[in-house]
Nanobody, 115 residues
Framework: QVQLVESGGGLVQAGGSLRLSCAAS????????MGWYRQAPGKQRELVAG???????NYADSVKDRYTISRDNLQSTVYLQMNSLKPEDTAVYYC?????????WGQGTQVTVSS
């Protein structure tokens, strides 16, 4: 079993920044891709960014050039630096980790961007 613990969400004004963290307790399992999805009210969950153990990252078009994903493989932790935030970035952000036995999810952290 892999547990993911997220932190770093909150309320910020448009143009501001936040940094999300997600730590995986998976000492016995190999974790492959980690990343973040988000879900805004009334909308489907969408992929925000993902990163492989080797550091290859992909981003949703809507966040390219504003968000940066990174990871610490030794700590099994993934980070999401979010800059130039917009009101449309408001959502619950979910961390995920693809491990040998399946995909695991964090509990979600709220990000609210005020205009």
């Amino acid at each position: 079993q892999v547990q993911l613990v997220e932190s770093g969400g909150g309320l910020v004004q448009a143009g501001g920044s936040l940094r999300l963290s997600c730590a995986a307790s998976a000492m016995k399992f190999t974790i492959n891709t980690m990343g973040w999805y988000r879900q805004a009210p009334g909308k489907q969950r969408e992929l925000v960014a993902g990163i492989t153990p080797g550091g290859s990252a992909n981003y949703a078009d809507s966040v390219k050039d504003r968000y940066t994903i990174s990871r610490d493989n030794l700590q099994s932790t993934v980070y999401l630096q979010m800059n130039s935030l917009k009101p449309e970035d408001t959502a619950v952000y979910y961390c995920y980790a693809n491990a040998v036995l399946g995909t695991y999810w964090g509990q979600g952290t709220q990000v609210t961007v005020s205009s």
